[in-house]
């Protein structure tokens, strides 16, 4: 490629980064204002091993939205963390796909921005998956972690269209059984969570790879967990609604057949968990499991 060729596709690259909200890869989700404000008591998960992992602040709009655990090796992310944000379900209009140019080191303002035409993606292909990727793969979906429906505001919708918030998902799981499972928890936690509603979603993985030119290009997710936190909800509500809050988790199989969405103890899933991922004994997805600080003293919590 010429070098003024190169000059004006990093040329168009910084014009278009002026114009689009930002998604920091950072060394601490706390090191970025407001972008703890997507976790519980501001604290991420903890216990994940693996040092590559790169923590994205999902900034749209000059605005952080959420966070993300990215896997550069595979192409996918660990997980999102996000708050929920009461709405009625509906789908998307139309929001471009957009990619993270920060991962590929092209520029220092690491903004989130629409997938360019032509050969500019070439440039960062190597740290993340794009478009490409999912253009000739029939059996698979683009499975948001943190899902449209989960949000209210049009930009917090757009920020969850960039493919670092996105695993291949089967497609008959994806429109079935884990699609059905995110409008029971919108329907829940919309009706019953009084307070702020902090989720993280994420996957485990085996080994297999979407291939595309004879590359292992993208990891194939084996199962999609989630989990939710919200300490401030209705007391009143039905037994068989207020045993699954203050947290509640959620695994499925990321597969055709046998893909029921199974609901379980956040504990459950924690224990699950470690034995599947490469996490230590310190693993935990919420700030003391989601215990919502009291302000009585510890002598006055068992008092009649």
């Excluded at 000059?62 to 550069?72: E, G, H, M």
Aim: proline share 7%.
């Amino acid at each position: 490629m010429r070098p003024s060729t190169i000059l004006l596709a990093h040329a168009i690259i910084i014009l278009l980064s002026e114009q689009w909200g930002t998604a920091t890869v950072v060394e601490d989700f706390n090191h970025i204002e407001r972008c703890k404000d997507s976790l519980y008591m501001g604290t991420p998960p903890r216990g994940f091993r693996d040092s590559r992992l790169k923590k994205i602040c999902q900034r749209y709009a000059d605005k952080p939205r959420y966070v993300t655990l990215y896997d550069s090796k595979n192409r996918i992310p660990v997980y999102s963390a996000y708050t929920f944000k009461k709405t009625e379900g509906d789908r998307r209009v139309d929001y471009p796909w957009m990619y993270e140019p920060q991962l590929a080191e092209l520029d220092g303002n690491g903004n989130m921005m629409p997938f360019p035409t032509g050969y500019l993606h070439m440039k960062f292909e190597d740290s993340q998956a794009v478009l490409d990727d999912y253009s000739d793969v029939v059996l698979y979906e683009r499975g948001h972690l943190n899902p449209d429906q989960h949000q209210s505001d049009p930009q917090d919708r757009a920020a969850t269209y960039s493919l670092t918030n996105v695993v291949p998902e089967i497609r008959e799981f994806n429109i079935g059984p884990w699609r059905e499972h995110e409008e029971r928890i919108r329907v829940r936690l919309n009706n019953f969570c009084r307070g702020t509603a902090y989720i993280v979603t994420g996957v485990t993985t085996t080994g297999n790879m979407i291939r595309r030119n004879n590359q292992d290009r993208v990891g194939i997710p084996e199962e999609v967990w989630s989990a939710y936190c919200c300490t401030e909800y209705d007391r009143n509500a039905p037994h068989n609604i207020r045993i699954r809050f203050p947290t509640q988790a959620a695994l499925a199989k990321n597969a055709k057949e046998g893909n029921r969405v199974q609901e379980l103890t956040l504990q459950d899933l924690e224990n699950y968990l470690t034995d599947k991922m490469a996490i230590d004994k310190n693993f935990q997805l919420f700030y003391d499991n989601c215990n919502s600080p009291s302000p009585l003293p510890p002598y006055l919590h068992y008092a009649k």
